[in-house]
């Protein structure tokens, strides 16, 4: 299957700084998702990005899927920002794969004030 | 955007017992939900695939006896955990898509987990 793997597993960040989180893919893919998961478990959607790129506030994401990678950029980091993010993708091959995402071990972002 | 509601959030029961936990698409409807598993500290590892109206499909290694999945509705996924172990104890989550097409991958939404305890 396809293997997603994300850099840097840990990022310690202060407050007001930027940030640039990386998720490779092994395969071609038709779903591409960044995903933020709260102390308390809950994941939150950030970006369906299979291709393309995107921007929602102080984040935005970028897929280049040729070259099977995605980025997440987070600017002028907050407290809140803290968590962890992964990365999930879906195979090219609809049919019974349709709608498996495959998770990327994730990258715990630490912001101190 | 779309709602999936997972019920309960919290659960805590004694080795041997069942456990059965819910998930609902509130504002859409969901041919197809999936099942995660999460360890503490660890990433989401997809267990099953739940289609309305036929079995579960389940992944490679996941003991479908074990983890019984019921998709009874359109909007409705139920996952049990029969005769409960403490190494049950984790994460699940839920995802659904409204997509409907079987060549495209749509956006996924997921529920806000359930968290096992097995005593």
């Known amino acids: 299957g396809i293997q997603v793997e994300q850099s840097p597993p840990d990022l310690i960040l202060q407050e007001g700084a930027n940030s640039t989180l990386r998720c490779n893919f092994s395969d071609s893919v038709n779903n591409l998702q960044w995903f933020h998961q709260n102390p308390w478990g809950q994941l939150i959607n950030l970006f369906y990005?299979?291709?393309g790129t995107k921007q929602n506030g102080r984040l935005s994401a970028t897929t280049v899927a040729t070259e099977r990678y995605s980025l997440l950029y987070i600017s002028s980091s907050q407290t809140t920002d803290s968590g962890v993010y992964f990365c999930?993708?879906?195979?090219?091959?609809?049919?019974?794969?349709?709608?498996?995402?495959?998770f990327g071990q994730g990258t715990i972002l630490t912001v101190h004030p | 955007g779309a709602v999936v509601s997972q019920h309960p959030s919290r659960v805590i029961c004694k080795s041997g017992t069942s456990v059965k936990i819910e998930c609902r698409s509130l504002d859409f409807q969901a041919t197809t939900m999936f099942w995660y598993r999460q360890f503490p500290k660890q990433s989401l590892m997809l267990m099953a695939t739940s289609n309305e109206g036929s079995k579960a499909t389940y992944e490679q290694g996941v003991e479908k006896d074990k983890f019984l999945i019921n998709h009874a509705s359109l909007t409705l996924s139920t996952l049990t955990v029969t005769s409960a172990h403490p190494e049950d104890s984790s994460f699940y989550i839920c995802?659904?898509?409204?997509?409907?097409?079987?060549?495209?991958?749509?956006?996924?939404?997921f529920g806000s987990g359930t968290q096992l305890s097995v005593l």
């Open positions: 995802s659904a898509s409204y997509g409907r097409g079987i060549t495209t991958n749509e956006k996924l939404f």
């Open positions: 999930a993708a879906g195979p090219n091959a609809g049919g019974t794969s349709y709608g498996k995402l495959t």
């Open positions: 990005i299979p291709s």
